[in-house]
């Protein structure tokens, strides 16, 4: 039998409280998808059983689970791959240059996932600014999701991962082989700090930040915490730092204190001056 009504409002309500993930009415097939594996793993004969179980508020991980059951992980290497377009050719040549007198950069990835985003800017900054590897480059990784988090990690793909978006000379130069699967190599793992931070909750990165990533994570979120998010996010971002959204995401009607810098098919958003 199906989630009644009450059930499902329930879920809702928790996955939304948890993360501010939203999910639409119409999306309530995903709930019973998604959390009979996380009941029957529980001991559950069904979603139902899991609900009583929640709902009695015991606390033993069950909430958590459920919210990290209804994010969704989709990534790829180098994903739409006008960002990295603009950081090769504009923003890591410029921000060399600024700082060249301190050395330092912070960069922010806010919604990691299985790690194939940072890693893909830890692999370019190998391949084109090899000068910044004697500079202290703070790169921190973040995602509310402790699954994807231990796999990004441990930086193992598949090659159904491997195919998505990497080029056959970068898997060949930064990757070694993990049985059938292949693993990103240890210099690249080791320039990436990953951290489990809710973007509702309190945050652990620090500013100014000169980079930050926030991509196709603001879709699954209400006007309300899109405007609070991008507003914390302009308070820590370097006054020349620039913020990458997704490709179906903006600052617009959102955050008045940005602007967008588009470079030939590449879309970025700063701080106004
Ligand atoms: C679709 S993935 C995007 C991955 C990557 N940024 C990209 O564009 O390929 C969205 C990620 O946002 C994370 N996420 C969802 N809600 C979050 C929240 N409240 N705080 C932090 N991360 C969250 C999910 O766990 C998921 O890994």
Redesign the pocket.
Known sequence: MGLVEQELSYLRGLVYRE???VIEPRQDYLLEARLLPVAKDAGFADVSALVGQLRARVTNGLHTKVV?AM??????FF?DIHPFTMLKQEVFPRLLQSRKLRRTLDIW??????G??PYSVGMLVKESFPELASWRVKFVA????TA?LERAREGIYKQSETNRGLPASLLVKYFERSGADFRIREDVRKMIEFRQ?????TWSVTGPLDIV?????LI??DVPTKKSILGRIYDLLAPDGLLFL?GAETTLNLEDRFERVQVDKSVAYRPKK
């Open positions: 993360s501010a993930i990290e994010t969704t992980n989709e990534t790829t994903r990835c806010g919604a990691a996932s299985t194939q985003e973040t995602d509310i999701c994807v931070m809710n973007l509702i909750g990533f926030l991509r196709n994570v699954y979120f997704g």
